[in-house]
């Protein structure tokens, strides 16, 4: 026997009403909520599930799957795990599926790949294999919405890897409810994670983004699903960024580089050289910082730039930092230096396209804005970082010895750092460093090292 009844659901928040609401009581978003018909089964069937004790699971060496792309497999620590469930979200046109493609043209040497898409039809996607010259015989191609069909087709192949494309277009005919609905995106990777585990099938969620980069779907789908990667870069950009925001099986905050053309997307090795290929040395607002993503040291190159504001309300613009971060700094340069800044519009950027999510660059980012503001040129063999706290202390960061090494690799012969980073630095390279413990002190010594330039 089955019943029927009328519910309201939000969007954002996955909560149920019995009624409309213009905005939403729990998440207070507005317009958030559509009309569906819940169906529920007045009687149901358990299936016991079989207990184990922890003694008696036999574990040994972790098995993963090596896809031969370093920088995506360091992201996932050291390969696919065997079983997992991996949303890959980003942008339209950013990658994900070309991505995808050469993954499964790694493991299509040895393993079973099928590759189910919903917005391509297999010739599209043999259109775009060739065109990235992928051969495999091992990857099978469906082009298929339907989740009970998907699950047949599993059935039949017997895939070790399962990519869906995307699950936004993927549904279950037993739900009220078209694709791509909160839930029918929540129900169909419930259902994923049930083949992902019990058949033992490492599957790939590809998701798409909304407007301001979240995945569109319930934020429950993240707490599904093993591992969430993310494309952050927008598709304009030559090189994408992915992000590891969650792994239950290798560390988390972790990023891969890729670069795109016409032959596919390719690993970046070296992104630290990437980033400050096109720097421009010689010019006031620019200065290099070492930020750690994850466990990895990546150079990058800060610029500023200070003008006169034509307005009454002086602009602040920021591209790779937080905004609010940079107000702070601003204000801490305002009280210590006595910069006349609120009569000023000020522009930062993060080179190339990366989103700084630690605050180790505060110290470049002021460094930065005081030379565009002054005309201040800094050496352009010298790296900046630490933290600034509300009093102008510059405060110590993580893993400065790394920092140091991988400029050291890059050239750079001088380094400006926390005096709390000098206690336990382990660092026995050939760099001069410089230690300051408040930003006044950083400047008196970036003065001395720079110039500026003479008409």
């Not at 207070?28 to 089964?41: D, G, L, M, Y």
């Not at 009093?391 to 400006?416: C, D, M, P, Q, W």
């Amino acid at each position: 026997m089955i019943k029927q009844k009328t519910i309201f659901l939000c969007q954002r928040c996955n909560h149920e009403f019995i009624q409309w609401f213009g905005r939403c009581p729990e998440c207070e978003s507005w317009n958030s909520f559509i009309e569906e018909k819940k169906v529920s089964k007045i009687k149901l069937d358990f299936v016991p599930s079989k207990v184990f004790k922890l003694n008696e699971i036999s574990y040994k060496n972790f098995p993963r799957y090596k896809t031969k792309i370093k920088e995506f497999d360091n992201m996932l620590g050291g390969g696919i795990v065997p079983g997992s469930l991996t949303l890959l979200g980003g942008a339209p046109g950013i990658g994900k599926s070309t991505l995808m493609l050469h993954i499964s043209d790694a493991l299509g040497e040895t393993n079973v790949v099928l590759y189910v898409s919903g917005e391509e039809s297999p010739l599209q996607i043999k259109s775009r294999a060739e065109r990235l010259k992928i051969k495999k015989d091992n990857i099978y191609l469906a082009s298929e919405t339907n989740l009970k069909n998907i699950v047949n087709i599993v059935e039949q192949i017997k895939p070790k890897f399962l990519i869906i494309d995307s699950i936004q277009t993927t549904y279950n005919p037993e739900l009220i409810g078209g694709p791509g609905t909160i839930r029918q995106v929540k129900d169909v990777a419930m259902e994923l994670l049930k083949v992902s585990k019990l058949k033992n099938i490492s599957v790939f969620l590809l998701g798409h983004v909304t407007k301001d980069g979240n995945l569109a779907g319930p934020r429950i789908l993240e707490h599904i699903v093993d591992t969430v990667l993310y494309f952050e870069n927008e598709s304009k950009h030559m090189y994408r960024v992915l992000r590891s925001y969650k792994n239950r099986f290798g560390p988390t905050s972790e990023i891969g580089i890729f670069k795109i053309d016409h032959s596919g997307i390719h690993e970046v090795l070296n992104p630290s050289f990437i980033f400050l290929e096109e720097r421009v040395v010689n010019v006031a607002g620019n200065i290099v910082t070492v930020a750690m993503e994850g466990t990895r040291p990546i150079l990058l190159e800060i610029q500023a730039l200070v003008s006169k504001t034509a307005f009454g309300l002086p602009r602040r613009m920021v591209s790779g930092y937080d905004i609010n971060r940079i107000i702070i700094l601003i204000a801490v340069l305002e009280k210590k230096l006595k910069l006349p800044l609120e009569v000023r519009d000020i522009f930062v950027n993060i080179a190339g396209g990366v989103r700084v999510k630690e605050t180790s660059a505060d110290l470049a980012i002021a460094c930065a804005i005081l030379s565009a503001n002054t005309g201040l040129i800094y050496p352009k063999d010298i790296i900046v970082f630490g933290e600034i706290g509300l009093s102008g202390e510059i405060r110590s960061v993580l893993f400065a010895t790394e920092r140091l090494l991988e400029a050291e690799k890059l050239g750079f012969k001088k380094a400006l750092i926390p005096k709390g980073n000098i206690k336990n630095l382990s660092y026995k390279g050939s760099m001069e460093i410089f230690e300051t413990c408040n930003f006044e002190k950083a400047i008196v010594i970036l003065k001395k090292l720079s110039y500026k330039k003479t008409n």
